[in-house]
């Protein structure tokens, strides 16, 4: 039996900041009080916060196919030191994640390598290439905890409709990347002043809104359970409300990058400031912002990307896309709360609750009986970030050098601790 003790207890679903202690009970949260705490073998969390682990959804772990980049093993090590509890690996590896042959492949090699818990999805087409869906049964039997096709867009509407149809009857989950794919093939930033003075391709907010309202359509249509893993722009949040108020069972989420840092900051055209969609507008970041903090966007994730050097020295338009963030996503999203636009139980809400609930796991939570999941914190500690301490393979952030908060002391999963600092 484990006590900690002293603790800032950060609740997402009760939404409260408490000074308190929690019990642990084997692998599983027994008791949670803030009086005086029952015997036992204590940790002394010194006013320090605890919160559940965070539930990372969209990772992308580079097995197989291109292992030099990240393994299982340096994810897991990333995950841990960034109080990420639970990894939900995407399936846009350099062999897509689309038979049972291949979900087995990885399930064993993360249940070998990793020291924290990874949950897999399933591409929603045969090689994501838009044409033929994935066996979403057999994918579902064998682990699969949802189908995407990630930044590849299904833009035949008839294979669309068909896979959402066929998923709706299993119960599967389907998540979306919602952009026109012709409108943003080729961009490399947001249509703008900005871009237009440094001569980069670009592509329009509304690429974004015509690619949410085509599979809000098809969601109308087939009744099927949506989750748009990154909406970043305020003209596409209308759309999203409307939806929800007409009781469709659709959630989206947002990145951390496009939460914190705006187009702007790709400067002179650096290129670890490259992501998909592409960075946006001050106003839209903001406007994000405001709808994780109402609770219309429910998920705040990393959307880890690794890439080697030889992928990131390259001229900005030519340069791949993306960014490491398991080990920064709470640093980062630690300047919201500093900022002021976001509490803390806010946050583990969206980084927490919500993706765990989404998914249909029992971790993300402090209540009794849930899963032992936590990671412990101090939200104030200064550093400066320096990539090459990351654990991750690729040290492609755009953090490097940056002036953060927020330190990871140690991270607990089922009650077993995996990362001390």
């Given amino acids: ?175 979306g990347h919602p952009q026109d794919p012709c409108l943003s093939k080729g961009a490399s930033a947001t249509s703008g002043k900005f871009a237009a003075l440094r001569g980069l391709p670009a592509v329009s907010p509304m690429a974004e809104r015509m690619g949410l309202d085509r599979d809000l359509a098809m969601i109308e249509m087939t009744g099927a359970s949506y989750h748009f893993d990154q909406i970043t722009t305020s003209r596409a949040l209308p759309a999203l409300e409307r939806a929800k108020q007409n009781g469709f069972d659709v959630t989206a989420g947002v990145s951390i990058h496009h939460l914190t840092l705006n187009e702007l900051d790709v400067g002179d055209y650096r290129t670890f400031f490259k992501v998909k969609p592409p960075l946006r507008s001050e106003e839209d970041r903001l406007a994000m912002v405001g709808a994780v903090a109402s609770g219309l966007v429910d998920v705040i994730s990393s959307m880890h990307t690794p890439q080697d050097e030889e992928s990131k020295r390259l001229p900005f338009e030519e340069a791949a896309s993306g960014a490491v963030a398991l080990e920064t996503l709470l640093p980062a999203a630690l300047r919201l709360y500093h900022a002021g636009q976001l509490t803390l139980p806010e946050l583990f809400r969206a980084m927490s609750l919500n993706p765990a609930k989404r998914l249909g796991l029992e971790t993300g939570r402090l209540s009794e009986g849930a899963p032992a999941d936590l990671v412990l914190f101090d939200a104030d500690a200064p550093f400066v970030l320096d990539r090459f301490t990351l654990r991750s393979k690729s040290k492609n952030t755009p953090f490097d050098g940056a002036r953060m908060q927020g330190i990871v002391k140690g991270t607990w999963v089922d009650g077993q601790r995996v990362f001390e600092a």
């Fill in 1 to 175: 039996m484990t006590i900690f003790t002293n603790a800032r207890l950060i609740d997402p679903e009760a939404q409260t900041d408490t000074l308190g202690w929690l019990r642990l009970d084997g692998n599983v949260i027994a008791e949670t009080g803030t009086g005086t705490p029952p015997e036992g073998a204590h940790v002394d969390c010194a006013g320090k916060c605890l919160a559940p682990g965070i539930v990372d959804l969209g990772v992308k772990v580079s097995e197989p196919g291109e292992r030099h980049k990240e393994s299982f093993a340096s994810a897991g090590r990333a995950a841990a030191a960034g109080g990420v509890t639970t990894i939900v690996t995407r399936p846009d590896t350099l062999n897509a994640i689309d038979t049972p042959e291949v979900l087995e492949f990885v399930q064993r090699r993360a249940a070998s390598d990793a020291i924290v818990k990874v949950k897999h999805m399933s591409a929603l087409t045969k090689g994501r290439e838009g044409r033929e869906m994935v066996e979403i049964g057999f994918m579902r039997d064998a682990g699969a905890v949802a189908f995407t096709d990630c930044d590849h867009v299904v833009a035949d509407t008839k294979v669309l409709q068909r896979a959402l149809t066929y998923a709706k009857s299993c119960g599967a989950l389907v998540i």
